[in-house]
């Protein structure tokens, strides 16, 4: 009888010859970093929508459905995905392991948005404070250890194809390694170093590469400043002597807009990849472009 359980047990725990992983990731980088990986060796697809973010995820029943089959579900962690506990109750697969990319990075905590006071009700900022950052993905030597992550657990899951994955990730490794390489080649130069942000997505980034991180003028996407904020965020911008102010990608940049006209302030864009179409390279393209921003705005 035992070994009769012990069979079901490994037969329900691995995968026939010609049987492929399905794997689900969360998002755009985690996507990117998977595929990469894997090639066509395991079946990827990305949870969210291509024009979809992370944050706030409405999940849907096709979503629960791609779970609920899946072998792999690769997460950022950290929290962002925080509607990740009602979607794998309503999906109940049992055979499901959640890869978790952040596992043993060390988090920040979120920056105060200049806007964070006034607006926010109590219940709201009692919510935001004490919580950690998520975006460990935007710094490059943090993306390889989540790609070590990523790794281990497709090692684990498809013994079979460990080798092809192990060497697929070398070569994806070293060219995050060479991102690596050109960030800080970059930013030798002096650069204006003083970030203001958008949402607060970048402090991995800024502490990687030597940028004094001001903080972020909304916490969310979709948290807006109201009116009267605007005001406070104007004067705090003035009174840090602040020259430039990110954008971005993906989100409305008419607020950054109108604290530029009304401080002088540059407006760049900055992409945090926390929305599009998913590929293999995404990562790589969409940081390389980052960097050349960064440049721009800051070179003269
Ligand atoms: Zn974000």
Not at 160 to 175: G, I, P, S
Not at 267 to 273: E, F, I, K, P, R
Request: aromatic fraction near 8%; proline fraction near 4%.
């Amino acid at each position: 009888m035992l070994g009769l359980v012990t069979l079901f047990a490994l037969l329900a725990g691995s995968l026939s010859a010609a049987e492929k992983l399905k794997i689900v990731a969360s998002f755009l980088p985690m996507y990117a970093h998977t595929k990469s990986i894997v090639g066509e060796l395991a079946e990827v697809q990305m949870l969210i929508g291509s024009d979809a973010e992370p944050h706030d995820y409405q999940f849907k029943p096709s979503d629960v459905k791609k779970i609920a089959a899946a072998d792999l579900f690769v997460i950022n962690g950290a929290g962002l995905e925080e509607w990740l506990g009602d979607l794998l109750k309503k999906a109940g697969g049992k055979k499901l392991r959640v890869v978790d990319t952040s596992a043993g990075i060390e988090l920040l905590d979120n920056a105060e948005a200049f806007f964070t006071g006034s607006a926010a009700d109590e219940e709201e900022e009692e919510h935001e404070h004490g919580e950690k950052n998520p975006h460990v993905w935007l710094d490059p030597v943090l993306a390889r250890r989540q790609v070590q992550n990523i790794l281990a657990a497709l090692t684990a899951s498809d013994p079979k194809n460990a080798a092809a994955y192990k060497k697929n990730a070398d070569t994806y490794l070293e060219k995050l390694h060479e991102l690596d390489e050109s960030f800080r080649l970059a930013l030798t130069v002096k650069f204006e170093k003083r970030l203001v942000t958008f949402h607060d997505a970048f402090p991995y980034l800024a502490k990687r590469y030597g940028f004094v991180y001001l903080g972020c003028i909304t916490q969310f996407p979709g948290q807006d400043p109201k009116p009267r904020d605007l005001q406070a965020l104007v004067q705090a911008i003035n009174k840090h002597g602040v020259k430039v102010i990110f954008a971005e990608n993906g989100y409305s940049p008419k607020l950054l807009e109108e604290v530029a006209r009304q401080t002088g302030a540059k407006a760049g864009v900055l992409d945090t990849l926390e929305i599009g179409a998913p590929s293999a390279d995404a990562y790589l393209v969409r940081m390389r472009k980052n960097l050349a921003a960064l440049g721009k705005v800051w070179k003269k």
